[in-house]
């Protein structure tokens, strides 16, 4: 699909604020996988789709976490994580993207997952830093995604799961998991 047309499927499902976020997060995916050798065309497919069911109403999103195969865990822990698998579900019944690996990167966009491939680590960090993100610590993890996509992937994922403690969140499993794969892999 040309990028004209994911854009106009995706404009309509987000407010102005949200698809200028996406904007941000194509053009760092597209830089990111050129940095790192992915592959762009997907980098920018899953970019543009990743936050497509972010408005949808909660009782939709778990919806499609019960009907449709998705790990029912998910709906004890934050109602944030849903629109990520919910959004893989939708991307591909309403926008016709088959791409396993362009869904995936989108169902796995907000908590991770063991065994992240490159286009994964890529939509993760490219929405954690995209120009339009303005939190504590994210000018740090800009400046070591130009060196080092698994460190700045690991400082991206340590400063959510701080996040969330300080707000006396709940950690879905997979993030913890996450961490500590990339954080063993890189002692070596
Ligand atoms: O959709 P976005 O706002 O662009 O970003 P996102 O998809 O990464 O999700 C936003 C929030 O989800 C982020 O502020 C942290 C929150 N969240 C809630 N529970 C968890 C979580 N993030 C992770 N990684 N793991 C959780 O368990
Ligand atoms: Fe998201
Ligand atoms: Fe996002």
Same mark, same amino acid.
């Given at each position: ?29 597209? %830089? ?5 050798? !992915?592959? /762009? ?8 789709? &990743?936050?497509? %069911? ?5 009782? /939709? ?25 919910? !959004? ?5 019944? /309403?926008? !016709? ?36 993100? &303005?939190?504590? !610590? ?8 130009? /060196? ?41």
């Amino acid at each position: 699909m040309e990028r004209e047309e994911a854009l106009n499927l995706v404009k309509v499902q987000l407010t102005d604020h949200r698809y200028q976020h996406t904007l941000g997060v194509m053009e760092t995916a597209i %830089a990111l996988a050129k940095r790192f050798g !992915g592959n /762009e065309q997907q980098a920018e497919l899953a970019a543009i789709f &990743h936050d497509y %069911a972010k408005f949808r109403p909660k009782e /939709e999103m778990k919806e499609i976490i019960v009907s449709h195969g998705f790990p029912q865990d998910l709906l004890e822990f934050n109602s944030e994580l849903w629109h990520a698998p919910a !959004g893989a579900y939708l991307v591909k019944k /309403e926008a !016709g993207i088959s791409d396993p690996e362009v869904l995936d990167a989108i169902r796995y966009h907000t908590s991770g997952r063991p065994g992240m491939t490159l286009l994964d680590k890529i939509i993760y960090l490219a929405d954690y830093i995209e120009p339009g993100r &303005h939190f504590p !610590g994210v000018e740090e993890v800009r400046e070591m995604a130009k /060196e080092n996509l698994d460190k700045a992937l690991i400082k991206a994922i340590q400063n959510t799961i701080v996040f969330l403690l300080k707000k006396n969140q709940t950690v879905y499993p997979d993030t913890f998991y996450t961490y500590n794969e990339i954080i063993k892999k890189l002692e070596d």
